[in-house]
T-cell receptor
Framework: DAKTTQPPSMDCAEGRAANLPCNHSTISGNEYVYWYRQIHSQGPQYIIHGLKNNETNEMASLIITEDRKSSTLILPHATLRDTAVYYCIVRVAMDSSYKLIFGSGTRLLVRP | DSGVTQTPKHLITATGQRVTLRCSPRSGDLSVYWYQQSLDQGLQFLIQYYNGEERAKGNILERFSAQQFPDLHSELNLSSLELGDSALYFC?????????FGPGTRLTVL
């Protein structure tokens, strides 16, 4: 019951920007968009999250469309170590808490 | 290093057995989450505890149970194990918005 759709795989050249798209057309007004990545079988690593506004941190930028039905994660200068599976997640509220529903993710390959 | 620790790293056992996976959250984090990652199901949320109390439940089987202790570490108990329970089990902890994941326990049921 993932609420997001991502391309299964993408690649980009080292040093170039990697733009990873995500569709979340059924997102509700108070649901956040989160991005995590998983390198090999390590624990998922938090990247960034946002609600309406674009966000930037030391790892990446998150661009959310005005209607909030899609978003793009931007890795400005991809390196070989950025090769990983990237998950776009909608954080779903549950009573007094929330849960992250992981979809299939996008496998990003950064080429030398 | 996320600051979340999980033991053991690997566990091999037989069908019908019972195992306990352990998780120590980051210092100060009150919430602990458990996830299962298998090849055919992806990452599935199992259960969340907050300061010792169950807070949210996901796709957790009745054969599985968890608890969080006063020192905030958590244990996931898996019983009557089946071949299909073979998977990576992750725990995560959080204070506010970000969940920090541990390195996982790889369970193999033979």
């Amino acid at each position: 019951d993932a609420k997001t759709t991502q391309p299964p795989s993408m690649d980009c050249a080292e040093g170039r920007a990697a733009n990873l798209p995500c569709n979340h057309s059924t997102i509700s007004g108070n649901e956040y968009v989160y991005w995590y990545r998983q390198i090999h079988s390590q624990g998922p690593q938090y990247i960034i999250h946002g609600l309406k506004n674009n966000e930037t941190n030391e790892m990446a930028s998150l661009i959310i469309t005005e209607d909030r039905k899609s978003s793009t994660l931007i890795l400005p200068h991809a390196t070989l170590r950025d090769t990983a599976v990237y998950y776009c997640i909608v954080r779903v509220a549950m009573d007094s808490s929330y849960k992250l529903i992981f979809g299939s993710g996008t496998r990003l390959l950064v080429r030398p | 290093d996320s600051g979340v620790t999980q033991t053991p790293k690997h566990l091999i056992t037989a069908t019908g057995q019972r195992v306990t996976l352990r998780c120590s959250p980051r210092s100060g984090d009150l919430s602990v989450y458990w996830y299962q990652q298998s090849l055919d199901q992806g990452l599935q949320f199992l259960i969340q505890y907050y300061n010792g109390e169950e807070r949210a439940k996901g796709n957790i089987l009745e054969r599985f149970s968890a608890q969080q202790f006063p020192d905030l570490h958590s244990e996931l108990n898996l019983s009557s194990l089946e071949l299909g329970d073979s998977a990576l089990y992750f725990c995560a902890s959080s204070e506010y918005n970000e969940q920090f994941f541990g390195p996982g326990t790889r369970l193999t049921v033979l």
